[in-house]
Structure formats: structure tokens, C-alpha cells
């Protein structure tokens, strides 16, 4: 078992709203509220759930780019959220982030070479001659040739620029890298070449992912454990082939369910959840799921289940897990065209990649 590169533990982040008369303030809003999780060297942990339910937030405070309103974060044992602004940008060579937007994350006006070297240069992981080398080489490792250095991020595609993205994330050799949705803006086929990619990488380098993502075809083929978030908090949380064969928790089994399926006449029995989720600035004492649940009782809806063991490997917060796991999952075939297709295309950019093409 390897040790964790990442421990964390209560993290929270509220949002204070203001504008209200004299400046008053007119609220909170939870965006994330007591997330705890840990993640091992080499190892993949997801995060899923509706847009809105503070997934996102959660990957920019792990590395402070939001600053946690409380909680702690722990890269390799050292506690991240009390650090000085000088030791957190030592320690941000250790973790790294990819965007959702390739474009919006690059600099328009720094050539390539430029957006690579940055890195190298301010944790003096390379200067001069050596730099010019380690950019080449990191063009290279992403599947794209050294004469692309003196390029704008204008002059590429968007598969090309998130394979920026990612050579600019492991230029420093981090031990943790958070992917927020590197995917979803994407064609199906370059998706599949830059999840390809990802693997290959954490493969050489043993590096860590929190791989933020609302795809669960994706999720289930490139994550190891899976978390569920809904309204700001972890619902439920398990290795990836226990969490798709057995959830626990009925808001994991309705995001299962209403993944689309792309074969002709396949219709799925159960009705996803109806209501409406409460709202971020009072979520009530109970269960945030409970006004959609099937399963709501009173008890659902006066207190708050905690995050407990449940199956052979996996956390849930719920007051009826063995409940839910009673029910039987409306599931696709084993493998839908759709994946299959993506499945198609990893194997050939790999053999690409391993011949020496660009894919």
C-alpha cells in the first residue's frame, strides 16, 4: 500500500454574500461543507456529481487558489492551508492543476516555449540551455514535436492546447495534479487520447490525480475510487467497480441511471428523482437530498447522516444504504458503443504514441 500524497479533512468553503442595505450581509453560501478524503501515490480519486454541487471549489482549495474557510489539507504529510505565501509557492511544484478551458488558461501573447518555461524557471528546476531542452522534451512526452515551442496557443487545436496544458502541469514533476473537467471540452475522439495521455503519465512518473469530472464513462474507466458530491458535501465515496456494481446511496444510483445510454430501444425503468434540491444558503438540518429521495423518511429530513463505512471498501452518508443497496441498478450493457468506440481510439493514439506520431 503506498503512502498518501494527499490527506483532507473537514475542508470547507462558505461564500459570504453582501449588497444588501448598508453592505450588510445577505447570506452564506456552502459551496463545500466537511469534505474529507485521502489519496495514495499512483492513484486516481474522482470527484462527480451535479453542476453546482461544489466540485470545482473543492479542487481549487485543496491547492489554495481558493483559500478553504476551514479544514485541513496535507500534500505529503505538510499542512497546506496555514502556509506562508513563500512556502506555498515552493510547494506548488509538488501540486498542479489542468483547467476545463485550454484556451482560457494560456496565455495568449506567450509563445509556447515561453508558457513552459515559466515553471522551470521560477522553482529552479532548469535555467538557460537546460530549459530549452526540458520544453522539448515535454512536447515530446505530450505527443507533440519540438517545433511547436514557438507557437501561440491560437495556432493549435483544442486536444493540442490541453496537451499543453498538461506538459505546463508536469514540467515541475509534481506529486499531485488536480484535473478539473480536462475532458468535457473536447471532441469524443481527442477526450479519448488525452485520458490516454493522463494514464500514460501517471504511469511514468507515479504521480496523483483528483480527476474532477461529471462523465461517468470516463470516470468509470480512469478512476480507482470514486467520490460523490451533492449540494457541498461527500454523499458517498468507494473503489470505482464497487461504486458502479453496488451504490449506496440513492443520489450515486440516479447519476448511474441517467447516464445516457446510445443504443436504440434501450429504455431505463427507473424515474429519475423529482423536487427540487434545498438551497445552498440554508441546506436544513437533514439529509440535502431528501426532498428528491425516494427513500426520505422523517428521519432523513431532521438530521444529517453521517459519512459511514459501508460495503467492502466505500463510505456513505445515508440513512438507508442497505436499502439502496437492495435495489437493482437500471445499468446499460457492460460496455455501450460509445465506450467502446472511445476504448477503439486510446488503444490507437497509444500505439501512435508508442511508434513516435503525434496523435
Known sequence: MKPNVLDVSGLTKHFTLGGGLFGRKKGVVQAV?????????????????????????????????????????KLDGEEVTGLSPGRLQALRRNMQMVFQDPFGSLNPRMTV?????????????????RAHEATARLLETVGLAAHHADRYPHEFSGGQRQRICIARAIATRPRLIVCDEPVSALDVSVQAQVVNLLQDLQREFGMAYVFISHDLSVVRHIADRVAVMYLGRVVEEAPAAQLFADPRHPYTRALIEAAPRPVPGLRIAAEPPKGEAPSALNPGPGCAFA?????ATDLCRTTRPALEPAGAAGRVACHHSETAAGLS???????????????AVMARARAAQASGTPA
Do not use: W, Y
Open 33 to 73: 461543507s466537511d469534505v474529507s478524503f485521502s489519496v495514495a501515490g499512483g492513484e486516481t480519486l474522482a470527484i462527480v456529481g451535479e453542476s453546482g454541487c461544489g466540485k470545482s471549489t473543492t479542487g481549487r482549495a485543496l491547492l489554495r487558489l481558493l483559500e478553504p474557510t476551514s479544514g485541513s489539507v
Open 329 to 343: 441498478v437500471a445499468e446499460a450493457p457492460p460496455q455501450s458503443p460509445q465506450l467502446a468506440a472511445r476504448l
Open 113 to 129: 516555449r515561453e508558457t513552459l518555461m515559466e515553471p522551470l524557471l521560477l522553482h529552479n528546476v532548469a535555467t538557460g540551455k
Open 291 to 295: 426532498p428528491r429521495c425516494p427513500l
